[in-house]
């Protein structure tokens, strides 16, 4: 009997608790919705001349010759660099001073025909000219003579060529100059 009396006062007392728990209010609450998302992040370059690429040698003379690179606006903060191969002749006939703001690769880790700068991230275009003053000068020492052993195969040529790659390799440690070129290297 006694524990008849246990059961049913237990039996009572779930019922009075289920009935009374389920007519309380709690306290409770939900925050808004916070979404991340995480776009892509790019360096776009150009690289443009405004002016002839067939230009006439005459001796002592500067001509125009403007390449320029531009990184685009929104790029990610990046090394520049621009190559300037010359054909094997150049030298003998021509001259050029590289713009200010690059510097030449030491010849063991970077080539010594590539230059390089650092360019913030920017919200604008940022234009860089190649050549100092955006000209060529043919050597006065150039002759009609040396001229005329010239074919259209042999007369001398200036390609520039544009690299960007990222600065940084995480969020504070920047690549070397050389480490940069490297991971520009197709």
Do not use: C
Not at 24 to 35: H, M, Q
Not at 97 to 124: C, E, F, K, L
Not at 131 to 144: E, F, I, P, Q, R
């Amino acid at each position: 009997m006694k524990k008849k009396k246990i059961v049913l006062f237990l039996a009572i007392a779930l019922i009075i608790v289920g009935v009374v728990g389920g007519t309380l209010a709690w306290l409770t609450d939900k925050s808004d919705e916070v979404k991340n998302t995480f776009s892509p992040s790019d360096i776009n370059i150009t690289l443009t001349e405004s002016e002839d690429l067939d230009l006439k040698m005459i001796p002592g003379h500067t001509m125009a010759k403007d390449p320029k690179v531009t990184v685009e606006a929104d790029s990610e903060a990046n090394y520049l660099f621009v190559k300037l191969d010359k054909s094997a002749n150049f030298d003998t006939y021509m001259t050029y001073a590289m713009a200010d703001g690059w510097t030449q690769g030491n010849g063991t880790d970077i080539p010594a025909n590539v230059y390089y700068r650092i360019v913030a991230s920017n919200t604008s275009d940022q234009e860089f000219g190649v050549l100092a003053g955006d000209t060529v000068t043919v050597k006065d020492s150039v002759t009609k003579d040396d001229m005329n052993v010239l074919t259209t195969d042999t007369y001398p040529t200036l390609t520039v060529t544009a690299y960007a790659t990222q600065l940084y390799k995480d969020n504070t440690t920047e690549f070397t100059a050389a480490e940069a070129w490297a991971n520009a290297q197709p």
